[in-house]
């Protein structure tokens, strides 16, 4: 493959991935704020999905294009700005993978509490505050990821 399309793939891939984070989080932390059931429903349901057609293929594709891209770019895996960007893609997979399974469970206690009619568990909003824990540390590390791919400082 070309550097140049493959390039695109990556950056393409990378904005999927930001894009759906960014997204989702801003949604769902909305509806959990709003309390309103329906809503917090609506949203767990659509992140989940979200995260399996978008975040998890562009995960993958954004691990394979870099290593291509840093191969075909004369890089090695001992640069520090590629030592650097790797730490924390797999810093911020370590605080998603969690986060999906939140999401999941959060899902199907929205989906409990509108079949009985009663409030989410009290554990939702436990799994809620992981959530919003794990996604503030996992922003700014693809930010940082963003920038060591751009500027190549070291």
């Known amino acids: 493959m070309d550097y140049l399309d493959l390039k695109l793939i990556h950056i393409v891939s990378s904005t999927l991935l930001f894009g759906t984070g960014l997204g989702s989080a801003f949604f769902l ?12 429903h609506f949203a767990t349901r659509h992140v989940v999905i979200a995260d399996w057609l978008f975040t998890a293929p562009s995960v993958v594709i954004q ?4 290593l291509e891209l840093m191969h ?5 895996l001992s640069d520090r700005w590629v030592m650097w960007g790797l ?3 797999f810093f911020a997979g370590a605080c998603w993978l969690p986060v999906v ?9 929205t ?12 554990l939702y909003w436990i799994f809620n505050r992981w959530w919003t824990i794990l996604g503030s540390l996992a922003f700014p590390a ?12 070291f």
């Open 111 to 122: 989906v409990a509490a509108l079949q009985n009619n009663t409030e989410v568990p009290h």
């Open 142 to 153: 693809v930010a940082v990821v963003f920038w060591l791919m751009v500027t190549k400082p």
């Open 29 to 40: 932390f909305m509806a959990n704020r709003s309390k309103d059931l329906a809503g917090m």
């Open 63 to 66: 691990l394979v294009s870099g």
């Open 87 to 89: 730490i924390l893609y």
């Open 72 to 76: 075909l770019g004369g890089h090695s």
């Open 101 to 109: 399974w939140m999401q999941i469970r959060m899902r199907d206690m």
